[in-house]
């Protein structure tokens, strides 16, 4: 029924579904739901050490034989810089007054750390079946060593010229991600999020470029977007924001309630959480602050300074200062089970697509 079965038949999964690998928001619980529905489980380790990656990994695999994709970040890693954090604190100075904080207190320094030796040998011992990458692709020997277990390797565009790159660098696959998607932009050729296409506009320029698999990502949260991706000449579709509201989710009481609440108005993209541009749902302080600051430090250190007015504001149920990541169809995520969702999806998509094609 699939019009396009390539993704299906090279993962081996049931349904062109890839669950969006949302560090923070998801771990292997999330991953072990999508692939009993059916689609490709994804566990996010930019925000793991080697040793939690490979104790999410052993859940995963405890539970489900199904494949299992594992997201790495693939930054340059950027030290922070003293008077920049210097500015950024004082920039913040009085939201720590606010809460009583001190805004000269030693924090913990944030962490996402890019593709490196100790997460190579994750996957060289691990050998999960995908690999996928963000922010471009790790140096070409680590590359070469991924490629070498057998892994399929996924990575994200946001521009032709992106895609066209990393087909000519070695991903098997292409995530081609449009502005309306949620979290990190997958950006490493351009820092212009002004230029980034809309993912209707982004995946047939991509699927015409290139002659690896398309992955459409962003704004998909239903049938109908799915069978669009399709439309468009993709095999697969990447979804994220739909899966937050499921049971499985990693998110806070009050971040389920700001996600609830939410409109096709409310997220905006911002470099204040983190340094780095990425989508989310509005909060106080990427309103007051930003959303795009010329203060923020580079990434990730911009997201050290926000640490213990998080922590402080969600003991008292707020989200001021939390990454609420999410894409531009928020409004359309389901409070239901992550793998009867993923069923429902693809349910719907194929019935879509029946009554174009009927």
């Known amino acids: 029924m699939w019009p396009d079965r390539r993704l299906i038949d090279r993962f081996n999964i049931e349904f062109p579904i890839v669950l969006a690998p949302m560090a923070g928001a998801i771990d292997a619980e999330m991953a072990i739901a999508v692939a009993e529905g059916g689609g490709l489980a994804s566990l996010p380790c930019a925000m793991l050490s080697a040793e939690k990656a490979r104790e999410q990994v052993n859940i995963v695999r405890q539970r489900v034989t199904a494949p299992v ?65 963000h922010f471009g692709l790790p140096e070409p020997k680590l590359l070469q060593r991924v490629k070498a277990t057998g892994a399929i390797v996924l990575s994200s565009a946001t521009t032709v010229k992106e895609a066209i790159w990393l087909e000519e660098n070695g991903a098997d696959v292409i995530i081609a991600q449009g502005a309306e998607a949620g979290g990190h932009r997958g950006m490493f050729l351009t820092e212009n999020i002004a230029e980034q296409p809309g993912t209707f506009a982004l995946v047939p320029q991509v699927v015409d470029a290139v002659k690896v698999p398309v992955i459409a990502a962003g704004g998909i949260a239903d049938g109908r977007g799915i069978a669009a991706a399709f439309a468009l000449g993709a095999a697969g579709v990447q979804i994220g924001t739909a899966y937050l509201r499921c049971p499985e989710s990693k998110v806070s009481a009050a971040a389920r309630v700001a996600l609830a609440q939410a409109s096709d108005e409310s997220t905006v993209i911002t470099n204040v959480m983190t340094g780095r541009p990425a989508r989310g749902v509005a909060n106080r302080v990427m309103r007051e602050v930003g959303p795009i600051s010329p203060d923020a430090p580079a990434f990730p250190h911009a997201a050290t300074g926000l640490g213990p007015l998080k922590a402080a504001a969600e003991k008292q149920g707020r989200v001021d200062f939390t990454n609420l990541w999410a894409g531009q169809a928020v409004r359309m995520g389901k409070e239901m089970p992550a793998a009867e969702l993923t069923r429902a999806l693809a349910g719907a998509a194929l019935a879509r697509m029946s009554q174009l094609a009927g």
């Open 69 to 133: 994709n594992l997201n790495f970040f693939c930054h340059k890693a950027v030290d922070a810089d003293p008077a920049r954090e210097a500015t950024w604190r004082q920039r913040l100075a009085p939201y720590y007054r606010e809460h009583g904080l001190d805004p000269n207190a030693p924090v913990n320094a944030a962490n996402r750390a890019p593709f490196d030796e100790a997460f190579c040998g994750v996957v060289e011992e691990l050998k999960p079946e995908v690999v996928s990458f």
